[in-house]
T-cell receptor, first 116, second 113 residues
Framework: DTAVSQTPKYLVTQMGNDKSIKCEQN?????MYWYKQDSKKFLKIMFSYNNKELIINETVPNRFSPKSPDKAHLNLHINSLELGDSAVYFCASSQEGYEASTDTQYFGPGTRLTVL | QKEVEQNSGPLSVPEGAIASLNCTYSDRGSQSFFWYRQYSGKSPELIMF????GDKEDGRFTAQLNKASQYVSLLIRDSQPSDSATYLC?????????????FGKGTKLSVIP
C-alpha cells in the first residue's frame, strides 16, 4: 500500500525521444507536485496541481507538460529529450491547509531519467 | 526570489555525538519549516516540521526556529551511522493558496563509527 508511487523507476532513452512518467497517490491528497533533482542533489519544483488545476509552473522548457486526469494522478510528459534533462524526477503530494501538519509533502520513490 | 541556504558539508561527527545542521532563509513570509532526510538513491522523507519559534523535540531530533534571525536548525543527539544521509531544509508560506516548498541544497552528514 504505497502512498506515492511512480513509474517507471528507471528510464534510459535517446536524445530527441518523447517519454512519460506516471505518478499516483492513494493518500487522498488534493495537491501534487513534480520536482527535478539534478546531479548536485538540488531539489527544484517544476509544477504543482491542486484538484487537477495547475497552480505552480516554474520556469521549465515547454517540452515538459504535466497532465492531471484526476486529483490522484499527475503525469509528466517530456518531448524532444535533451542531455540536460537527465536527472531524478520526484512526484510528491500534500493536503494543503492552514496547518504545517497538513502541508507536509510526501515523496514518491523517484524516476531516474538518463538521456544518451 | 526565495532562497534557503544550507552548508553543503560534508559534516562528519563521531557516533554518539550531537550533529547540528543549520539553515537560513530569505523570505520573512515563510511560516512553515521542514526537515527532510534523503539517503543516497532514495526519496526525501520527512523528519520534522516546525512553525513556532523555539524548540520542538521528537526522539533524538530537535528542531529549533528563530524567525527574527530567519534561522532554523536540526540537532541530532546520540548520532548513529544510520543517520548518515543528506538533510534538506525546506520552507513555505502557510495558509490557503500557498503551495510552494523551497528547498535548500542539503547538508551531507556522515556519522563515523
Amino acid at each position: 500500500d504505497t502512498a506515492v508511487s511512480q513509474t517507471p523507476k528507471y528510464l534510459v532513452t535517446q536524445m530527441g525521444n518523447d517519454k512519460s512518467i506516471k505518478c499516483e497517490q492513494n493518500l487522498g491528497h488534493d495537491t501534487m507536485y513534480w520536482y527535478k533533482q539534478d546531479s548536485k542533489k538540488f531539489l527544484k519544483i517544476m509544477f504543482s496541481y491542486n484538484n487537477k488545476e495547475l497552480i505552480i509552473n516554474e520556469t521549465v522548457p515547454n517540452r515538459f507538460s504535466p497532465k492531471s486526469p484526476d486529483k490522484a494522478h499527475l503525469n509528466l510528459h517530456i518531448n524532444s529529450l535533451e542531455l540536460g534533462d537527465s536527472a531524478v524526477y520526484f512526484c510528491a503530494s500534500s493536503q494543503e491547509g492552514y496547518e504545517a501538519s497538513t502541508d507536509t509533502q510526501y515523496f514518491g520513490p523517484g524516476t531516474r531519467l538518463t538521456v544518451l | 526570489q526565495k532562497e534557503v541556504e544550507q552548508n553543503s558539508g560534508p559534516l562528519s561527527v563521531p557516533e554518539g555525538a550531537i550533529a547540528s545542521l543549520n539553515c537560513t532563509y530569505s523570505d520573512r513570509g515563510s511560516q512553515s519549516f521542514f526537515w527532510y532526510r534523503q539517503y543516497s538513491g532514495k526519496s526525501p522523507e520527512l523528519i520534522m516540521f516546525i512553525y513556532s519559534n523555539g524548540d520542538k523535540e521528537d526522539g533524538r531530533f530537535t528542531a529549533q526556529l528563530n524567525k527574527a534571525s530567519q534561522y532554523v536548525s536540526l540537532l541530532i543527539r546520540d548520532s548513529q551511522p544510520s543517520d548518515s544521509a543528506t538533510y534538506l531544509c525546506a520552507v513555505k508560506e502557510s495558509g490557503a493558496g500557498s503551495y510552494q516548498l523551497t528547498f535548500g541544497k542539503g547538508t551531507k552528514l556522515s556519522v563515523i563509527p
